[in-house]
C-alpha cells in the first residue's frame, strides 16, 4: 500500500491562509469518510486537528478546516499564525487488510 | 487527565529482542483502540496497527506483519510493541495513540511522548 500523495511543502504569511491536498485512490480516500489530519511539530507527539474529512476534535481552532473532493482530501488552515509552522500529514482508512495509510507530509512554513 | 505514557528510549544491538510499553491512564483503557506508529529518522509516519486492550484483538499493517508483535495487559492499562530479533532498520521513534472514541478506530487524538528506539552494533 503506497503513502498518499501530499506536497512536500506549503507556505504563507501570517494572517494569509495555506491549502494541502492529499491524493490516494478509491480504495483509500476516495472509498471511505475517515480521512484524518495530524499536526506535527518536530520532537513532539503528533495532534489529530481533523477527523472524518471534515470534523474538528475539541480545543481545535476554526482556522483548520477539512474537504474532500472525490480521491483528493483537502487541509486549509486560515489565518496563519506562527505556531502553525509544522509537518502535517492527512491518513485515510483503507480496508481491513491495509488499515490505514498516511500521507507523504507537507513541512508548513510561515513566512 | 487522560493520558498514554510510554518507557524509555532503548539502544539495543542487532538480533536482539525488545518490548516496548504505552501505559494509559485517566480513562477506560479496555473501552479504546491503541494504535502504533512508527517513524524513521527523518522520514514520516506509518501505521504499524492497533489492538484492542478488552479482547486482544490485534490487527497489522501489511508492512509489520510478522516483523513485530502488538499485546496489551488491560490489568495494568498497558499496551506493548515488542520485536524478536531487531535490525538496524528498525531504528525509529514509535508512538502509540488512543481512539478519538469507543468505537471509531480510524482517528486518534491521545498520543504517547514516543519511544526512541536505536539499533546499533
Known amino acids: 500500500q503506497s503513502a498518499l500523495t501530499q506536497p512536500p511543502s506549503a507556505s504563507g504569511s501570517p494572517g494569509q491562509s495555506v491549502t494541502i491536498s492529499c491524493t490516494g485512490t478509491?480504495?483509500?480516500?476516495?472509498?471511505?469518510?475517515?480521512v484524518s489530519w495530524y499536526q506535527h511539530h518536530p520532537g513532539k507527539a503528533p495532534k489529530l486537528m481533523i477527523y472524518?474529512?471534515?470534523k474538528r476534535p475539541s480545543g481545535v481552532p476554526d482556522r483548520f478546516s477539512g474537504s474532500k473532493s472525490g480521491n483528493t482530501a483537502s487541509l486549509t488552515v486560515s489565518g496563519l499564525q506562527a505556531e502553525d509552522e509544522a509537518d502535517y500529514y492527512c491518513?485515510?482508512?483503507?480496508?481491513?487488510?491495509?488499515?490505514?495509510?498516511f500521507g507523504t507530509g507537507t513541512k508548513v512554513t510561515v513566512l | 487527565e487522560v493520558q498514554l505514557v510510554q518507557s524509555g528510549a532503548e539502544v539495543e544491538k542487532p538480533g536482539e529482542s525488545l518490548k516496548i510499553s504505552c501505559k494509559g491512564s485517566?480513562?477506560?483503557?479496555?473501552?479504546?483502540?491503541i494504535a502504533w506508529v512508527r517513524q524513521m529518522p527523518g522520514k514520516g509516519l506509518e501505521w504499524m496497527g492497533i489492538?484492542?486492550?478488552?479482547?486482544?484483538?490485534?490487527r497489522y499493517s501489511p508492512s509489520f506483519q510478522g516483523h513485530v508483535t502488538i499485546s496489551a495487559d488491560k490489568s495494568i492499562s498497558t499496551a506493548y510493541l515488542q520485536w524478536s530479533s531487531l535490525k538496524a532498520s528498525d531504528t525509529a521513534m514509535y508512538y502509540c495513540?488512543?481512539?478519538?472514541?469507543?468505537?471509531?478506530?480510524?482517528?486518534?487524538?491521545?498520543w504517547g511522548q514516543g519511544t526512541m528506539v536505536t539499533v546499533s552494533s
Open positions: 489492538i484492542y486492550p478488552g479482547d486482544s484483538d490485534t
Open positions: 472524518d474529512v471534515n
Open positions: 495513540a488512543r481512539s478519538l472514541y469507543i468505537g471509531k478506530e480510524d482517528s486518534f487524538d491521545i
Open positions: 491518513s485515510s482508512y483503507a480496508g481491513s487488510n491495509i488499515l490505514y495509510v
Open positions: 485517566g480513562y477506560s483503557f479496555t473501552s479504546y483502540c
Open positions: 478509491s480504495s483509500d480516500v476516495g472509498g471511505y469518510k475517515s
